[in-house]
């Protein structure tokens, strides 16, 4: 297959490899049931990066023009003639959403992109807090960050409850102590141009009781709900529990998709769009304020809720736009932000950011749910903030997160077969990397884990359950030493198979 890309062209190349694609199936030169060309091929012969191959399939494949099956490669889906001639077929040429129109009522559609099938994080979530107590194991799959830097803590968290000890033995406010709020309002206005005050946060036992108290709020079982593809599985996990249709909206190297996240949004008029849109868990990228403001823009357009998780929130060592919340005048972003990751998951203290008429609402959920976060941990956090160590201690992370990104990338580069591509992110835990289609993500983990390396494979991070998808997610925030020791092994072992 010829595909002539034009390389000072003002489409992307992926979207060139996708019109090219796409008018070869409308044409019928390709055929219901013909065989893509493999990623490799593509990529050699149209010279393009592979991640670019495989965002212009995913991009297909999201528009139900072709399918991936397990193993094989890319084929025309076999219902493609009876979609194009269907009459809500959603190619190109007929999209045309409506200007100021609100269609209320859900079109009768098969959805564009697989339904979200099931799976549950338990496992996935269980080995991987066995993986950490196993003494010496090397973990590059959990999202921590760097266990340094905290050496004053444990004198902090003396003081914090000496002060608060006559109020433990009385409930709390449902919302957290007011202090906590006003810091943890202050922070957001000061260093993440958030407008907000006390009276528009709800302390939460970790971001991710806000996302679910916000979840249960805004989506009722049979809603659907839009997501990045990957995204982080936690949140795959909670939406189908909660009998949400889930749609995943593939991720591009500038963020979500737009152009699909329109379509979608117009087909099913989702109820919620999930976004991690700084530090992604689990690619690293962070959305530029040109998407963000595009994204909102769609929001608003659609009457559609975004839900933005910053759980990375301060852990950026290089600049970030400001976060959608910051762009929202219609109380239309819900915010949820933690300490889990600038502190310590077990401190549990997180946060969810809601302006106008629903925070009222969702506090007395909040009281339903558990009443309020733990006093002591409260009380804590807010010491730590009130004292000046949550500064320092940003700080150290920023440098020490900066070092051991830095490590891996060095590492990677040394260790890792040609073939691979990572992203470089600008802070945060994690890094992707994409991996030949061919090899056996699975089996790799398991020999890697044999040999004490802990690694987490991408295709849980998908809804649609894609099978293995050939993408690792790769923590970096570990010593220097541990991190050359963990690449050289996966290294070693990805070498065997390539
Ligand atoms: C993207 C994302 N959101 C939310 C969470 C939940 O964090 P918390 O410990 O604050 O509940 C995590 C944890 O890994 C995460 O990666």
Avoid at 185 to 192: E, F, I, K, P, W
Avoid at 286 to 297: E, F, I, K, N, V
Avoid at 373 to 384: C, D, K, L
Wanted: hydrophobic residues 40%; charged residues 20%; contains cysteine.
């Amino acid at each position: 297959m010829r595909i002539p890309i034009e390389r000072h062209s003002s489409t992307a190349v992926y979207l060139q490899i996708r019109d090219r694609i796409r008018h070869l199936i409308e044409t019928g030169a390709l055929r219901s049931g013909d065989k893509l060309p493999s990623i490799r091929t593509l990529s050699a012969s149209t010279r393009v990066n592979k991640l670019t191959v495989i965002e212009a399939y995913n991009v297909l494949a999201a528009e139900g023009l072709v399918e991936a099956r397990q193993g094989s490669g890319y084929f025309v889906c076999s219902a493609k003639s009876d979609r194009t001639e269907s009459k809500h077929q959603l190619s190109k040429h007929q999209f045309a959403p409506p200007q100021d129109t609100i269609v209320l009522e859900q079109p009768p559609l098969p959805p564009l992109i697989e339904e979200f099938q099931g799976g549950s994080s338990f496992n996935l979530y269980m080995k991987s807090v066995q993986a950490r107590q196993q003494p010496g194991t090397i973990d590059l799959s959990s999202g921590f960050s760097l266990a340094s830097g905290l050496d004053d803590l444990p004198r902090v968290a003396r003081r914090a409850v000496k002060q608060i000890s006559g109020s433990l033995f009385n409930y709390d406010l449902p919302q957290g102590q007011l202090i906590l709020r006003q810091q943890i309002a202050r922070l957001l206005v000061q260093q993440h141009g958030l407008n907000v005050t006390a009276d528009n946060l709800i302390i939460t036992n970790g971001s991710k009781q806000g996302i679910l108290l916000a979840v249960h709020h805004y989506v009722k079982p049979g809603d659907w709900v839009l997501v990045e593809s990957p995204t982080w599985y936690g949140m795959l996990s909670l939406l189908y529990n909660m009998g949400a249709r889930v749609i995943g909206i593939p991720m591009t190297p500038e963020g979500i998709n737009l152009e699909l996240l329109e379509k979608n949004l117009y087909t099913y008029r989702p109820k919620l769009i999930f976004t991690v849109s700084t530090l992604h868990n689990p690619t690293g990228l962070t959305t530029s304020l040109d998407h963000r403001r595009q994204l909102l823009a769609l929001a608003e357009k659609y009457d559609c809720i975004v839900l933005e998780d910053n759980a990375y929130e301060g852990l950026n060592f290089e600049p970030v736009p400001v976060p959608i919340k910051a762009l929202d005048t219609s109380d239309r972003v819900i915010y949820a932000g933690t300490f889990s990751k600038t502190i310590m998951p077990g401190i549990r203290v997180g946060y969810l950011v809601v302006t106008g008429e629903d925070y009222q609402p969702l506090v007395e959920r909040k009281l339903h749910y558990d009443i309020h976060v733990s006093t002591v941990s409260q009380a804590i956090v807010s010491e730590y903030l009130a004292s000046g160590h949550y500064r320092h201690h940003l700080a150290h992370l920023q440098a020490v997160h900066l070092q051991s990104r830095n490590a891996m990338l060095d590492a990677m580069q040394r260790h890792y077969p040609p073939a691979t591509y990572w992203t470089i992110p600008k802070g945060g835990t994690f890094l992707w990397v994409q991996m030949p289609a061919h090899l056996p993500l699975a089996a790799i983990c398991q020999k890697a884990l044999a040999r004490g390396v802990f690694v987490a494979e991408g295709t849980p991070f998908f809804p649609g359950g894609q099978q293995s998808y050939p993408a690792l997610r790769l923590n970096f925030t570990l010593l220097p030493e541990q991190i050359e020791q963990g690449i050289a092994i996966l290294g070693e072992i990805l070498q065997d198979y390539v």
